[in-house]
């Protein structure tokens, strides 16, 4: 091998620390805005920092990184949910009426899931066999699930939930559960999404459709498996939901599809499809907590909430834009 | 019209056969449905979403789509009541700067879709958040209240024996489907959801054609805004949630395909006066209010369903 | 088939061999009973113009398509059946096609070997020999400079190209189909290319190379098969045929039967480039246009000459450089403005560029001149339609009327529906992009009769052309390009085959030829 080669040969191999930094880079900065926010607002007021108040946000906000896993996969595969806000609601509150009307408690933690898969499986034909537009699905079954919701409830309130069926309660070395499944369930989903051939079908189909097809990946079959993977997490994470206090409020925080969106969209995942982590929408969930908390303590108005989200996405997606028309 | 004379019969005329079906079976189920206080009450009811469905129906035709019409309604009925009772402007001065407000949301759409080169679906989906956001900051969760009289005769009051805001949008509807069907500006439309490229090619100016659609979007929502606040007297921030969906019903039960190339505004009135109608039947049925969006979702559903069926047998 | 000299390899039955083989889409058959072979370590080039059938029988080879009823295809001789992509890849049969099917946001190690990746333990991916075996095999096509870990949608094209054949060997292919494999290649790469290409054959793989280059294919191939019209037309050894022998069969008649020039008189210089650039695709080209005359602008693909069209028209507009229209000199910053300046652009891509599909030609035709045929902005719809009943009339389009969808005409009435979109905004300058691409022959002649009609009333045309025979045939002048500048011109009376192909492939300016 002459000295030549040899050069070349060093340089056209990049170190497992550049390597790693380019493919998790939207990852590292999401971590460090965390820090940062932590440190400047902890400064400015020392009880954002205090363990009950980081429980709170931790504890109060592990399902919308959940469901923001099941997201983050039906995005980068290339298609949207704008209904899952109002399905984490429906099968919440499945989940507390079981409980409430004397069914087995693990009952009333499985069934949510079973019947979030079943709704979003139905979501995930129309998409790849019927080929109607995600947007437009999702969209008619957020009214469908939001509408079917009330209608039935009445608005209602579920109350007097078994101390046994609250899941918030149990902790683990001092950590409350729901934060343990946020975090065991970010790092196998994690793991399957790079490890596992179905994982990478999911950028596949994303990144490039017709070229998926071609390398023998059954597109259709896929999709709707990963629409169903979706209303697993979705289910969990409706259960995380209920099981934190002693009722069930009629509704979901409004926008809850949003906030999840967003937190994929933050959280480096491509609108177009193709790339992104759950590892980044679950950091990116977890800073969209802290800054809704943050503002409280800072005596901005939780108003304000709802603008920032917004310009988050929009500030992330131009950025994407801008850096893929850069590179092309 | 883009569409062939036959096809055009077939495609619209199924929508006004099933809109006379729909409408008899309704006379049946309530004797208050057919009366003329009921009919122009529905119409008083559908005008804000028929306004915004008519320039939505450009949209969708391009090939876009805009979700935050809801947000653009919700900010502007906000700023009408912020530049009238914070800001001290004379009443119509507040009224035109709203709807002013609202075309420069649509405009910022436009920007980010043309400029840079944003899907619709995000740019919007994220201007949805955001205006919202300004809407819900700005009011801070108060409502204002207190318009004078003369304010509530356009969204409560008629002229000629028709509700005024009835009025507005059939004016609204003539010119805009006499914009799509008859000028330069509806074939460049029709052309760039058609197919964007060639329509570049042949000197259409596409950005343009776009920026001004989206502008309209936005423009129509603040007209919308005005009338809602003088319809329901006041203003509150969470007004016009929901809109969105309606009217991408509306126009996509009308006809128009949701990947482009394709629509009418006719068709979108006839979907219009179709949904309104499902509501108003529910409604004297006994359904709740929440029970009728569960509907709109089926109706969507399969108003995509039945587009997807047409369009595969022989018109694209 | 033709006898070939006696070799051990003439009693082994072939790689890969087709039988009979006939597809049908829609009724028309665009394969008719052809046969084909290709034998190990072989390097076979197919041939034919748009639309004979090779695209077709290639996607047949790779489990694309199905043989209609009768077809065989053979792989060592056992007859198979393919029913998908997959099965002819574990066939040993890989195909590295013009639109590359790579995912951009993914490594080059993973593209290459999406779909069959190595495991490890319990299942899982095993990254590290994935990033092995990719540098072994990027290696072995003497790609050293490309880093696997590098993400494709940043590559150039090149080296994206490096990466499907890659991804071609990764899976054991004894035959790589190339489909046009220098088409939008460099000089530097395509010589590269063109190694790896010979490096392939030592190793015993056999390859189909379809292109329209006569100096790759005489450069490369072992044999040559031309097809015209889905038909075989024959299968010789490289050593029996030369350029003309080749492009007979492919055209069927000699050169000089094909286009009926009629010369014009030239009259005043109507459009006049002064060093125009564009960023590096469009390098200092200067140019001057008559009335009457038809400027034939030559080169392989990649050379400029779209780019060139691209900036004359405004879609790309000129980041240096002067144009003139009529002495006078203008900025042409967007289609309207070349439309209004009088320049008409009749694009390459006739159904993504030139054409709306689901429209009828009435609104196809007016396209161009909507606001020229409407009073205020409201359409004038009668004159639309006589415009339309004009165009057909005049443009001998076969349809059944102004109403007809323009995606139901076949490809030359489509492209003459183009044409007359462009001609009704009384250009002064036209410029026709691979006009007769993807046409049948007897559309051909028309629109060449119709190209020098337009020259005998005034216009100056420019004809971008990839078809030798065409640009010696209607040209008044020739233009060479190559890497984005002109490389030299010709006079009609001065150009050949031989001299016009071999500037095409001559890298590097020349300013011998004039800069006129």
């Known amino acids: 091998m002459s000295f030549e080669t040899a050069t070349v040969r060093r340089s056209a191999s990049t170190g497992f620390a550049a390597r790693t930094f380019a493919t998790y880079g939207q990852e590292f900065i999401i971590l460090a805005c965390i820090v940062v926010l932590f440190v400047a607002v902890g400064l400015i007021a020392p009880r954002f920092i205090s363990p009950t108040n980081l429980t709170t946000i931790f504890v109060g906000n592990a399902y919308i990184a959940v469901a923001a896993i099941g997201m983050s996969m039906v995005i980068i595969s290339g298609h949207i949910d704008v209904s899952v806000g109002s399905l984490i609601g429906v099968l919440a509150t499945i989940s507390g009426t079981l409980a409430v009307s004397g069914y087995p408690v693990w009952f009333a933690w499985l069934a949510p899931v079973i019947v979030g898969m079943v709704v979003t499986s139905f979501i995930g034909v129309l998409v790849a066999y019927v080929r109607i537009p995600s947007i437009v699905v999702t969209l008619g079954m957020l009214s469908i699930l939001k509408g079917g919701l009330i209608s039935v409830t009445g608005g209602a309130w579920i109350t007097n939930l078994p101390p046994d069926y609250l899941i918030a309660q149990f902790r683990l070395f001092g950590i409350p559960s729901p934060v343990w499944f946020m975090i065991f369930l970010t790092a196998v989903a994690a793991m399957f999404m790079r490890y596992t051939a179905f994982g990478r079908s999911i950028y596949a189909i994303g990144g490039n459709g017709e070229a998926a097809r071609v390398a023998g990946i059954p597109v259709e079959r896929t999709t709707v498996t990963i629409f169903a993977i979706h209303g697993l997490f979705a289910g969990i994470a409706a259960v995380l939901f209920a099981t934190q206090l002693q009722v069930i409020q009629s509704t979901v925080p409004p926008n809850l599809e949003l906030t999840v969106i967003t937190a994929s969209v933050v959280g480096g995942v491509s609108i177009l499809g193709g790339t992104g982590t759950v590892v980044g929408s679950t950091l990116a969930a977890i800073l969209f907590a802290a800054i809704g908390s943050s503002l409280i303590f800072l005596n901005v108005s939780a108003y304000w909430l709802r603008a920032v989200q917004g310009l988050l996405i929009l500030a992330t997606v131009l950025a994407d834009m801008a850096r893929r028309h850069r590179i092309g | ?316 | 088939m033709t006898a070939t000299p006696a070799s051990s390899a003439e009693t082994a039955p072939p790689l890969v061999e087709l039988r009979n083989t006939s597809k049908t889409f829609s009724g028309i058959k665009v394969l008719k009973n052809v046969g084909f072979d290709v034998r190990p370590g072989e390097v076979h080039a197919l041939l034919g113009e748009n639309g004979a059938g090779k695209s077709t029988l290639i996607k047949i080879l790779s489990g694309f398509h199905t043989p209609d009823e009768g077809g065989e295809i053979r792989v060592n001789g056992r007859p198979v059946s393919f029913s998908s992509p997959r099965d002819a890849r574990k066939a040993g049969i890989a195909t590295v096609y013009q639109e590359l099917l790579l995912f951009p946001d993914m490594t080059v190690a993973e593209n290459i070997f999406i779909g069959h990746a190595p495991r490890a333990g319990m299942g899982a991916l095993d990254w590290n020999e994935m990033r092995r075996r990719a540098r072994a095999l990027l290696d072995d096509l003497d790609s050293h400079d490309l880093d696997v870990d590098a993400r494709v949608g940043g590559l150039s094209v090149a080296n994206r190209q490096r990466v499907e054949i890659a991804k071609a060997l990764s899976q054991d292919a004894r035959l790589l189909i190339m489909d046009e494999p220098t088409a939008s290649l460099a000089d530097a790469d395509v010589r590269r290319l063109l190694d790896v290409v010979r490096r392939l054959r030592e190793r015993g793989v056999a390859i189909i190379y379809i292109s329209h280059r006569m100096p790759e294919i005489f450069a490369l191939a072992d044999r040559v098969t031309v097809l015209r019209d889905g038909a075989l037309i024959g299968t010789k050894d490289i050593e029996e045929v030369d350029d003309a022998s080749l492009v007979s069969m492919m055209v069927g008649r000699s050169i000089d039967q094909l286009f009926p020039k009629v010369v014009v008189p030239i009259g005043a210089p109507v459009l006049e480039l002064r060093k125009v650039s564009f960023k590096d695709e469009v390098q200092d080209i200067s140019l001057t246009l008559r009335a009457g005359e038809i400027l034939g602008i030559a080169g392989l693909v990649g050379s400029g000459r779209t780019e060139l069209a691209l900036t004359i028209f405004g879609i790309t507009p000129a980041t240096s450089g002067e144009i003139l229209l009529n002495g006078r000199p203008v900025t042409i910053r967007s289609p309207q403005q070349a439309r209004d300046l009088g320049i008409a652009y009749v694009p390459e891509d006739r159904g993504l560029q030139g054409l709306v599909k689901p429209q009828t030609i009435r609104e196809n035709v007016s396209m161009a001149l909507l606001d020229r045929i409407s009073k205020g902005s409201i359409v004038d719809r009668v004159k639309e339609s006589a415009l339309a009943r004009d165009a057909i009339a005049r443009f001998g389009i076969r349809a059944r009327g102004p109403e007809q969808r323009a995606g139901q005409l076949s490809g030359g009435n489509q492209q003459k529906v183009v044409l007359a979109k462009w001609v009704s905004t009384n250009p002064k300058v036209l410029i026709m992009d691979e006009p007769t691409r993807g046409i049948d022959v007897g559309a051909k002649s028309e629109i060449h009769a119709l190209m020098c009609k337009l020259a005998g009333e005034g216009l100056a045309v420019i004809m971008i052309s990839s078809e030798l025979p065409e640009v010696l045939g209607m040209s008044d002048r020739i233009m060479v390009m190559n890497g984005g500048r002109m490389v030299r011109t010709f006079d009609r009376s001065e150009a050949t085959p031989d001299v016009v192909g071999a500037a095409m492939t001559h890298a590097g300016a020349s300013h011998a030829g004039g800069a006129a």
């Open chain 2, 1 to 316: 019209m883009t569409l062939s004379l036959r096809s055009f019969m077939r495609h619209e005329a199924v929508l006004g056969i099933l809109l006379v079906l729909v409408l008899f079976v309704l006379a049946q189920q309530s004797d208050k449905f057919f009366t003329t206080a009921n009919i122009l009450n529905q119409g008083r009811l559908m005008t804000e979403i028929g306004l915004i469905a008519l320039p939505m129906t450009f949209v969708i035709i391009t090939g876009g789509i805009d979700l935050s019409v809801g947000s653009i309604l919700g900010l502007c009925a906000i700023l009408l009541g912020v530049f009238w009772q914070n800001l001290g402007l004379p009443l119509p001065a507040a009224m035109a700067l709203a709807v002013c407000v609202g075309a420069l949301a649509g405009l910022v759409n436009g920007l980010i879709i043309t400029r840079f080169k944003v899907p619709p679906l995000i740019a919007t989906l994220a201007t949805l958040a955001l205006y919202r956001g300004l809407a819900e900051g700005i009011s801070q969760a108060r409502s204002v209240r207190g318009y004078p009289e003369w304010f509530f005769v356009l969204g409560q009051g008629e002229v000629l024996g028709v509700p005024t805001q009835l009025w507005i949008l059939i004016v609204f509807a003539i010119g805009a489907a006499a914009i799509l069907g008859l000028t330069t500006f509806g074939r460049a439309t029709y052309a760039v959801g058609a197919n964007e490229t060639a329509a570049r090619f042949s000197g259409i100016n596409v950005d343009r054609t776009k920026l001004l659609i989206y502008t309209a979007s936005g423009l129509v929502s603040g007209i919308a805004a005005v009338i809602f606040v003088s319809r329901v007297s006041t203003t509150r921030s969470d007004m016009g949630t929901g809109v969105e969906l309606d009217v991408i019903t509306a126009v996509v039960l009308g006809g128009t395909s949701i990947f482009g190339g394709r629509g009418t505004i006719i068709g979108t009135v006839i979907g219009l006066i179709l949904v309104q109608a499902l509501k108003n039947g529910l409604a004297l049925s006994g359904v709740k209010g929440d029970g009728t969006i569960v509907v709109i979702g089926v109706v969507l559903i399969f108003a995509i369903l039945a587009s997807n069926l047409f369009s595969r047998n022989g018109d694209g």
